[in-house]
DNA sequence: TAGTAGGTTATCATATATGACAACAATGAA
DNA sequence: TTCATTGTTGTCATATATGATAACCTACTA
């Protein structure tokens, strides 16, 4: 699978996980310590995140890391 | 927990599982296309890897990538 | 001994992730 | 309309991941 679509499924993982618990990209970016336009860009798949990033995410949307690249 | 723990856990890991394979760090470098001494930071938690690096990794491995990050 | 394999570590250049900021568009409410 | 909210996008500086190279160490083997 090419990068590209790597940071794709992240993305829409994360946005479908965001939606479920009703909050908005400014809230969950707050709370991971960074600013909306960032977590945008995660989303949209627009960058190739470190896990540590992931993993700031995840606990923010308190989930386990391996729930946001649930992919082969 | 710190962002070097994670990385470590995430090391720990892939040198379980690379080992378990029976493979030298060489190998499982040369099959992402890299060298063993990039294994060796990322093995050692001395990195930060991103997403697709560990995807790369991963499909080496013959493995998900979540059973590269199985931490909380 | 010398040679090989496996692994570690330092260093370098380059690419890019991170984080902040601002401008912008779309939506909905007052 | 105006205003706030939400999300997108571009740009910037800084930090760091990536990938390559080389030196080094240990253990093993001829």
Same mark, same amino acid.
């Not at 709370?31 to 336009?37: L, Q, T």
């Not at 798949?45 to 923010?60: E, F, V, W």
């Given at each position: 699978? &090419?990068?590209?679509?790597?940071? +794709?499924?992240? %993305?829409?993982?994360?946005?479908?996980?965001?939606?479920?618990?009703? #909050? /908005? !990209?400014?809230?969950?970016?707050?709370?991971?310590?960074?600013? &909306?336009?960032?977590?945008?860009? +995660?989303?949209? %798949?627009?960058?190739?995140?470190?896990?540590?990033?992931?993993?700031? #995410? /995840? !606990?923010?949307?308190?989930?386990?890391?391996?729930?946001?690249?649930?992919?082969?």
């Amino acid at each position: 699978m &090419k990068k590209e679509q790597i940071q +794709i499924n992240v %993305g829409n993982r994360i946005r479908q996980l965001r939606e479920s618990k009703g #909050i /908005s !990209q400014q809230v969950l970016a707050a709370m991971c310590n960074f600013e &909306k336009g960032n977590m945008s860009r +995660i989303e949209a %798949g627009r960058t190739n995140p470190t896990i540590y990033t992931l993993y700031k #995410i /995840s !606990q923010a949307l308190e989930v386990k890391i391996s729930e946001l690249i649930d992919i082969d």
